[in-house]
């Protein structure tokens, strides 16, 4: 009797689980972890002559069914047998595909337009024999639900326009977070750094090596068995000594909006740019997006137009002479019209914009081929103008020297290299970049420009940033536009730090600026409000992120990004003791350096510098330092001592007087004698005094003080 009870709770339990479908006629209502198999099973052939349909269903409504192919064959020859599935549950339903020989579904399922969710398929063999069949399994799912995967936060943080900036072999933290429609349960967050490394995890860290771009992709994967899921990127580029050239993660528009305007309120439309690829696709694209590492050029990122390719402006300078762009490539009539120039491979990117502030401005670098060190570049120069037009039409060009209405060129701006020409507002000239050297590909470079002008806040106003070749094709060049400089109003700036080399001293206000002055602002320091502060413009005395959120009526509200202020340890001069040495003629030799130590204090010497100078003013420009052993050429002579931190930043200064008197003689004198009086006690008063001439001799009394002791 129990062995008959345990074959019956056998049998009932092996029928229980027991869901896969066998190829039949029928309809079947399955999900995991069944399967499907030919009419054989698991481990037998189909069978000769069959033609048979079957129609599996998802178990609950809203669901869909997915059969995953995972072994398919069947026999070929004149009348191979063949599988049909049916998008429904019956043969009349749209026809998904026709399967045979070795070539099967894969992973195929009912479409979104398939109410039933069911799959149909039929299976017809010939008489002529058979083979192995198939195996899939049966996955019941639900329409993918929206997944927004975002990355969160990096270490190092973004820059202002949304990329990450490294050195070789730097780590990057990345954590990341997913919106999901439905649930996220269980979702799995998967990263591919683009460098053939990847990583499982919300966050997330890897080591870049060789310099280059990576583009670093999230995935979020929820349970679904069609793998529904979520992506975000982001740009991490390594960089080395070279500015590293992009052309593929912005669009003209992002290049504007985001990279170079940094205004949370601008309003910003009508973008066109205009380069060698809207001529022919067979001629250079010269708009991208350049970074670097900050330290072997100026900028860290930003804008770059070149009258070439854009991509053949990184560094290092091996590349040969650019001079890319043919005569398809037409110029611009408004460069040549301000410049009376001919222009060639015109670049240009124009859009309009309306400043809430009232005045503009952004900082730039002009670069070239015809910066050659020779006279090249006393004859030719390409042309470039910032063109700036307000609701009345009126043109000015922004592109020029500080305090003129000259052009910026190369012929304008050039050291005296001895060629055929002198130099030429030599101050503006940033550096020439030697051959294999870096941080780019042109020949040479001005120094940072900015340009700038007044504006009408609340006016209309078009600006077109423009750049071509004068008068051919050859001979390239390129400006470089710094990302964020283009304040519209709203911004603060960049950070005030000690290593940029921006830091104000201990002691010392920072004015920060929103330039909103019709705006309400609430202003914080370390995300705690600063009480009374509504204006646009706060000082500042103490380190701290700081930034404000401010409101324009009828216009925007917006907030600026966060500033960080950092303060340098001021310097202070501690009084000094006057010098003074006897000297025979009034002139002597001083260790101006024994005042060093009350001068610093407790000042840190690793710190604080100090040098002496013959004159306050010497001492404030830090210009004549004095030996430490100076020779004095007047009695008394003010000596004036600078003390200054490392970046001679920090300044301040005291004085102290050396002093050298003339050596004294004592001149031998009589004894003084008295005769005792009446008490013949020993004692009487005697005048010291009346020995004061004798003992100076002839040395002046003015000059000399004489006094007594007992020892």
Known sequence: MKKTLYLIIFLISTIGFAQDILMQNGTFTRCAPDKFYDSGGEFANYGDDENLVTTICPQNANEFIILDFTLFTTQLGAQPDVMYIYDGDDVTAPLLGTFQGTAGPGNISATEDNASGCLTIEFVSNGSGNINGWEADILCATPCQDIMASIDNTIPALNAAGVVGILPFQSVDFSASALFSVDGTDATYNWDFGDTNTATGANVTNIFGAAGTYTVTLT??????????????????????????????????????????????????????????????DEPNGIGYFVSNGIDFPFEDGLLLTSGDASEARGPNNNGTLSDGSGVWPGDPDLNSELGVDSHNATYIQFDFTPLADSISFEFLMASEEYDMGGFECTYSDAFAFLLTDAAGNVSNLAVLPGSTTPILVTNIHPDNGATCGGINERYFGAYTPNNGSPIAFDGRTSVFTAQSAVVPGENYTIKLVIGDDRDNAFDSGVFIKAGSFN?????????????GTA??????????????????????????????????????????????????????????PILVEFRTGAT?????????CSSTG????????????????????????????????????????????????????????LADVSQICVDI?????????????????????????????????????????????????DFTVTYHLS
Do not use: M
């Open 220 to 281: 979020v994967t929820d349970t679904n068995p069609q793998g529904c899921s979520g992506t975000a990127t982001v740009t991490v580029f390594v960089l080395g000594q070279n500015v590293v050239i992009d052309q593929e993660t912005f669009t003209p528009e992002q290049l504007i909006e985001d990279v170079l305007i940094d205004s949370p309120c601008a309003s910003v439309s009508n973008i066109v740019a205009v380069t060698g690829i809207n001529y022919s696709v």
């Open 488 to 500: 519209l109003g709203g911004s603060l700036g960049d950070d005030i730090t000690i290593e940029a």
């Open 654 to 702: 005291t004085s102290f007087s050396l002093s050298s008197a003339l050596q004294p003689t004592i001149n031998p004198v009589s004894d003084l004698e008295l005769c005792d009086d009446e008490s013949n006690d020993g004692f009487a008063t005697f005048d010291l005094s009346s020995q004061t001439l004798a003992i100076l001799g002839t040395q002046s009394a003015t």
């Open 587 to 642: 002139i002597e030799e001083f260790d101006l350096s024994v005042n060093d130590d009350d001068i610093l204090g407790d000042q840190d010497p690793t710190v604080f510098s100090i040098s002496y100078h013959l004159t306050e003013q010497d001492a404030l420009d830090n210009v004549n330092a004095l030996p430490s052993l100076y020779t004095n050429v007047t009695s008394p002579q003010t000596i004036w001592a600078r």
């Open 573 to 581: 001069a501690n009084p000094a003791p006057n010098l003074v040495v």
């Open 504 to 561: 104000a001293c201990d002691g010392s206000g920072v004015v920060l600026d929103t330039r909103l002055e019709l705006a309400t602002h609430v202003w914080y320091k370390d995300d705690v409000i600063i009480p009374g502060e509504v204006s646009s413009t706060i000082t500042v005395t103490e380190p701290g992120v700081y930034y404000a959120d401010f409101e324009l009526e009828s216009v925007c509200t917006g907030s600026a990004e």
